[in-house]
């Protein structure tokens, strides 16, 4: 199924995709209209989740037997982010391509800002090859700030303190039940499902606090910077999660593109790493990190005031919104 999260008349609702995305199934209300009882577990993404295989046959039946009193015209309502807000967010790093063609680019604007002539790359520094080391020993995350997710179409507002903002091309999974010392080949059983997640940055606010080397803080952190969507595609209906394409277009003109099978560390990796010794919860997201060639800084380009972000990843749809600055 393609589940997600809508708003119609004030109330946020779980629905499925149907029709090629154009109409929502309300789930608790067709259920209802099938059976005439209350579904606790349909009304809201996370209670479907922690309803386990029960409520997602529930929500399959209720898309099946719905009737038009229980369908909406997706234009008709607003999208939200799937689980808002999810009960934990961490974003790793899985694609070593961004992370050196990230550097390249911040030496290559450091030596511009010095009035040098950038002609060969010269390389990582010191410092970066030890992360690029670690990269290849261990996953690397950080949590993410879970109440500031929005969904497609929704506008991402511009942080007061940021001159140079950008995006970040990813995906990520939701997960299916509690995990805790998880063997990676038994990780996918994990997985609930697969939704699209732009990581929006503040480019300047982060280059000055990752020299604390504390990780991300309002770099990433504020209001309606954690964009994801539109749809939660479950694991049943991804067969492959390492055999997607992915797109990021500015304005529609194309601005990078990579591949989900470019993953250093895959999903079950991450699972199992993070699971260690740590009970995860259901409904906690984990994201890919950015794909190779999936954000501004690695071909030096910025967003402005205005812009409207597209990304694309393959079996799941469109992640779409517009960043504004206030007036």
Not at 195 to 211: G, K, P, V
Not at 220 to 227: E, I, M, P, R, V
Request: hydrophobic share 40%; glycine share 8%; net charge negative.
């Amino acid at each position: 199924m393609r589940l997600v999260t809508f708003e119609a008349a004030g109330r946020k609702r779980a629905g499925a995709f149907i029709e090629g995305d154009t109409l929502i199934v309300d789930l608790a209300a067709a259920h209802m209209q099938r059976v005439g009882e209350h579904a606790p577990e349909l009304a809201d993404m996370l209670a479907l989740i922690e309803g386990g295989d029960n409520a997602l046959d529930k929500a399959a039946e209720a898309v099946r037997g719905a009737t038009a009193d229980a369908v909406f015209a997706r234009s008709a309502v607003t999208l939200k982010a799937p689980i808002h807000p999810p009960p934990q967010m961490r974003d790793c790093s899985s694609f070593e391509l961004h992370l050196r063609q990230c550097y390249s680019a911040a030496r290559a604007m450091r030596a511009r800002a010095k009035g040098v002539e950038v002609v060969e790359d010269t390389g990582p520094t010191d410092a970066e090859q030890r992360i690029l080391d670690l990269f290849a020993r261990q996953p690397i995350y950080y949590k993410a700030n879970r109440f500031s997710v929005i969904g497609s179409e929704e506008t991402v507002i511009w942080p007061s303190y940021s001159r140079t903002m950008d995006f970040e091309l990813e995906y990520g999974c939701y997960l299916k039940k509690a995990a805790k010392d998880v063997p990676v080949d038994k990780a996918r059983d994990y997985i609930f499902g697969y939704t699209i997640y732009n990581d929006f940055s503040a480019r300047d606010a982060q280059a000055t606090e990752m020299i604390g080397q504390l990780g991300p803080a309002k770099g990433k952190d504020f209001d309606t910077g954690n964009a994801m969507g539109p749809c939660i595609v479950t694991a049943d209906e991804m067969p492959d999660p390492y055999a997607l394409t992915m797109i990021a277009r500015v304005n529609g003109e194309e601005w990078g593109r990579g591949h989900s099978s470019a993953m250093h560390w895959k999903f079950e990796d991450l699972i199992a790493f993070i699971s260690r010794s740590e009970t995860l919860h259901p409904g906690e997201f984990l994201g890919s990190g950015t794909v190779g060639n999936g954000c501004g800084l690695e071909a030096q380009r910025f967003l402005k005031s205005g812009d409207e972000v597209e990304l694309e990843v393959e079996g799941i749809g469109v992640l779409r919104n517009r960043i504004l600055k206030p007036l």
